[in-house]
Every structure is written in C-alpha cells, then in structure tokens.
C-alpha cells in the first residue's frame, strides 16, 4: 500500500510504503557490518508488529525517501509508537519497551501519515491522507479513538508540538511549494513562517530546525528563528541529501537521515543512513553504514539510545524497529 505527498523535491517521497522493498544484490540479513563496530543493535519490533517502511525511490540520479516521523517515544520512555499496516489500514500502534508483547492499537482511521507525541504525553498528533488531502488531528495517547481536527482542505503534515504546547507546527504544500506553518491551540490562529519541511521545534528557543532542498535540489538542515527572521544552514554537503532532523534530549545533538553511496567493484548502491551533529553543524560524523535504509529515527529519552526503522537482520528486507547505542 502506498500513499502520500507530493513534493516539491525529487528527494522527498511521495508515499510511505507498508511493504518491504528489495534490491538487487543486497544481504539485508546481516544485523550489523564492521564499520559500525562498537555499536550494539537490537531489534525491538517482529515482523507479525508490520511496522510501515518509508518508502525509498532509487534511480541512477540518486535516492529519495519519505522523510516524515512515523516513530516516537512516549514522554516517560517506556513506550514506543509506530505505524502499522493492517486490514489495509495504515494506524498507530504502541507498544511497551520492557515487554515482548502485542502492540495497542491507538488510532483507527485509514490512512495516516506521521505522527509524534506531545511534550506532556497526554496526545498525539497525526496527520491522515484523505482523499486529495492531508489533514491534522489531535487524538488522546491514553484513552479511546475520539479525535480533534485541527487543520482542513490542504496538504498538511508532519505535526509536532512547541515545547509549551501552546503551538503545533506542520508542513503545508501549496502547489509545489511546502512552508512551515502553526496552528495556536487556543484560538487557532494559523501562521506560516518559511519555506521549508519537517519542522522541529528547539527546545527554549523561538526556533526550528527544518528541511529545505538547495539551488541544485539537495536537502539541506536548517535553523529558523521566527522571531528575529534569522535563517541559518547547520548541515549541507553537495554530493548527499538530509532530511528528519531531531535534537538530543540535552540539547547538544542533532540525529537526522542522510543518502550515502555504497561501491564496491563494478556494484553500485544508494542507500540511507543515519548521521549526526552538534546543534551548530559541527561534529558532523556517520552513524549507521548498512546497505539497508536506516529511516525515521528518534532519540531515547536519556539520549543514550537512537530508535529507527530499517530492513537490517531480515533476508527478506522486512522493516522492523531497531535501537542502537549513542556513543558520543
């Protein structure tokens, strides 16, 4: 099953895929290789959890994924939230950490898209295709599937709340442009701030973190302060793309995905990995060198873990969650 949106870059992915997808002459079935040594990886998830893998595009040009959150974790850290296809319904799934058990379903709707937690951890909000649309809902994390729409009528996605909860800022593609916006949870007053996508709030500052493709159409991180108007680039490299920033629960990190390019004699391979920063572009370094996609991760609450969606330790490139050690 595929769904989605329409980008304004070819290196942002127009549907999340909730099946594996394959490549030629690519081991998945390997959890981990030698560049990655010093670093433990566990699988959390199992295949019968059907964990939706964003979908990756490959052409001779480059790669291309879908770049929005479909994991977090819950604000006490003991739950993870993923999406699932199921009865070819797209929702979102919980499940407990310390457990091996079944997952909670907490959405049931059709389609939905993304989705994170509030700071508080009381919500979550998510967005959902419907129909030539995407539309923002607020639902509750603990209790029932009663929903609040708080954005109609245009292609919104990728939500998160403002540290305050007083903000959720959202992407919104008006042709082929996609823009920051945010709707004020007390008097919904919209406001659209700068071109750009996956918004994420800093934490004591009137700022985000975004996704923003250059003159030769790559993805670059950037830092926008909207009260001020400053606009910086914190990650840019000419030969990869960067997408699906997230900032360490310290303040002093900044995890996002990024394309690599795997050759070894006449093979050839684009792929996705994880990498990181410090908050100002510097301590740029690689995290993950598997031939698998690693996608969408977010940060353990204690910063001492990285959860992400990869098809890594399954012969059949399977998604499954996975977590591995931070060790910076």
Known sequence: MRFGIQPYSMFFLLALACESIMAQSVDYSVVSVPEESGTDFTQISQTTDYVCMPEV????????????????????????????????????FIKDLSKQGSSIQKTNRTAVLDFSYSPDGKQIVFSEARGKTNQIFQTSANKGFVCR?????????????????????????????????????????????????????????????????????????????????????IVSQPDRDFTSPSIS??????????????????????NTDLFVSRLDGTGFAQLTYHAADDLSPVWSKDGHYIYFVSQRGNKEAKANIWRMTFNY
């Open 57 to 92: 595009k490959r052409s001779n040009r480059g790669i291309g994924w879908f770049s929005n959150r479909i994991l977090d974790i819950s604000t006490d850290g003991s739950q993870i939230a993923y999406l699932s296809f199921r009865n070819n319904t797209t929702n979102i």
């Open 149 to 233: 729409q708080i954005t109609t009528g245009n292609m919104d996605y990728s939500p998160i709340y403002s540290a305050n909860m007083n903000l959720i800022f959202f992407a919104r593609q008006e042709n082929k442009s996609i823009s920051i916006w945010s709707h004020d949870m007390k008097n919904n007053f919209l406001a659209n701030y700068s071109q750009g996508l996956n918004p994420y709030p800093v934490k004591g500052e009137p700022a985000f973190i975004c996704v923003r493709p250059n003159a030769a159409g790559h993805s670059e991180i950037w830092k926008v302060n909207y009260e001020t108007g400053v606009e910086e680039c």
């Open 249 to 270: 629960p310290d303040g002093q990190w900044l995890l996002f995905v990024g394309s690599s390019k795997i050759e070894t004699g006449s093979f050839s391979y684009y």
